[in-house]
């Protein structure tokens, strides 16, 4: 490092910084037919830690999880992919689970997952490793439309770890999980975490995912309403339910009441203007 280096240093610092953040979600709008479900919506994910969005039925989660991943257009607004403007160059690195499974019924579990890897060039050696990180190896052979809920999320989960992506994106990923199906996912997940990967998952289960995000985004009638690490959040002795509630209970275009975040979002940002309803 040079001693001249202020400019050096700084370049450095945002080049850390750029490195850290996996995904900028930035003014993002999507309407449906004049129905606003997200609007105006910017939150950055730090690559390596895992990011839960939280929101009551119909805020948004979804919608939010489909842009992200390129399964549905924006209507306004950009997602940049770890700085590149087009998830083209990253789609290997993103694994999704956003709809439920998506295998037919009458397909067994290693055949579905099979066609999958086929299409994504991949070996069958890889089907037997993530049914065995599922959990699945010894069902495979069986019918998906007798897999119990549970046994399906860990298939959707299977579908999404196939490619072993830098970037797992996964709505509601514990629902219809027992208790040590939940347990193992959280185990899951920080493993796929500490390994660099990034995570950013939707829940209903507060107080499932309190024990294992790093980083909350609370959105509310389809914008944020906060950002932040969890750590300043619960040290203060609330629980996320409690602070969830909260900010749940407030008209969003109300100030964030945690407010204790630098990296909040700016509710000045104005996304690009213009595109389509869909
Ligand atoms: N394809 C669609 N066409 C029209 N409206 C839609 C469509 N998908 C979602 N919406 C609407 O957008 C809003 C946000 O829905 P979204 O599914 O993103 O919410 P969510 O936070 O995931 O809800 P939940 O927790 O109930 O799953 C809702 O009002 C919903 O009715």
Redesign the pocket.
Known sequence: MGTSGTGTAIADATAATMADVAITVDGLTKR??G?T??ENMSFTVRGGAITGIF??????????L?VISGLARASAGQVLWGGHDTPAGTRGRLGVFIEPCGAHPGRSARAHLRSLAAMAGLPRARVAEVLALVGLDQVSPRRVGRYSLGMRQRLGLAAALLTDPDILVL??PMNGLDPRGIRWLRTLLREQADSGRTVML?S?SLTETERLVDDVIV?HQ?RVVHQGPIGPMTDRGATLEEIFLGLTDADPTDTDPTDTDPTDTDPTAAGPTGGED?
Do not use: F, M, Q
């Not at 009551?56 to 979804?62: E, M, P, S, V």
């Open positions: 449906y037919r129905h479900a997200v929101g009551l039925n119909g805020a948004g989660k979804t919608t939010a489909k709505d509601e939707s209903h959105i389809g869909a």
